[in-house]
């Protein structure tokens, strides 16, 4: 059974450029939700996709964007790449239960973006 | 004022030992409680669910205390495995996780 999957591992870009990131939900999970890691903190909440719709967003400017497949993949986009979106990028899937408090989430092994 | 709060450490103690860490939240309505392992460079991982009758995994040991708003792990007879980042985690009535900073530990022989 695959767990979380994403590409690619580690991506170097320059300032002004344009990412995107990959992410295969663990199967029979339906759910992406996506994270920001800087160096010394916690993840951070940037946003959920489910049923290809946003779901629900974090405090994050209009650059990152995303999609969800109907394959329930996911891709993360940013835009205009600045020196602060420097960070590990974390993709967890769940699957959604009418009783949200038992969605747990399983998270990949990350992308760890350096801007230059 | 941070949603989740924990002191980032390091704790360094000795194989065998017992340690502690504290975690408090800040929104009342939260309603589901997590703690996440975190090796260096690596993804978060589930280590458990946070209930409010506490929780007990082997040598680990959850507690809640919705009054005060504060979470804590037990680690009992540390191991050098149990060297990492633990992630106290918090989640309100949405769908995003609320990750503290994180506390370090350090085992050692």
């Known amino acids: 059974d695959a767990g979380v999957t994403q590409s690619p591992t580690h991506l170097i870009k320059t300032r002004g450029q344009q990412v995107t990131l990959r992410c295969s939900p663990k199967?029979?999970?339906?759910?992406v939700s996506w994270y920001q890691q800087a160096l010394g903190q916690g993840p951070q909440f940037i946003f959920q996709?489910?049923?290809?719709?946003?779901?629900q967003r974090g405090n994050f400017p209009d650059r990152f964007s995303g999609h969800q497949f109907p394959n329930y993949s996911s891709e993360l986009n940013v835009n205009a790449l600045l020196l602060g979106d420097s960070a590990l990028y974390l993709c967890?899937?769940?699957?959604?239960?009418?009783?949200?408090?038992?969605?747990?989430?399983?998270f990949g092994p990350g992308t760890r973006l350096t801007v230059l | 004022r941070k949603e989740v709060e924990q002191d980032p450490g390091p704790f360094n103690v000795p194989e065998g030992a017992t340690v502690a860490f504290n975690c408090t939240y800040s929104?009342?309505?939260?309603?589901?409680f997590f703690w996440y392992r975190q090796d260096c460079r690596k993804e978060p991982k589930l280590l458990m669910s946070v209930y409010s009758s506490g929780n007990e995994d082997g040598r680990f040991t959850a507690q809640l205390n919705r009054a005060s708003q504060y979470i804590s792990l037990l680690i009992r007879d540390s191991k050098l495995s149990d060297s990492a980042t633990y992630l106290c985690?918090?989640?309100?009535?949405?769908?995003?996780?609320?990750f503290g900073t994180g506390t370090r530990l350090q085992v050692f022989p």
């Open positions: 985690v918090v989640r309100g009535n949405t769908d995003k996780l609320i």
């Open positions: 199967s029979g999970h339906d759910t």
């Open positions: 967890a899937s769940s699957l959604s239960h009418r009783d949200r408090a038992k969605d747990t989430q399983y």
């Open positions: 929104n009342s309505a939260s309603q589901s």
């Open positions: 996709y489910y049923e290809e719709e946003e779901r």
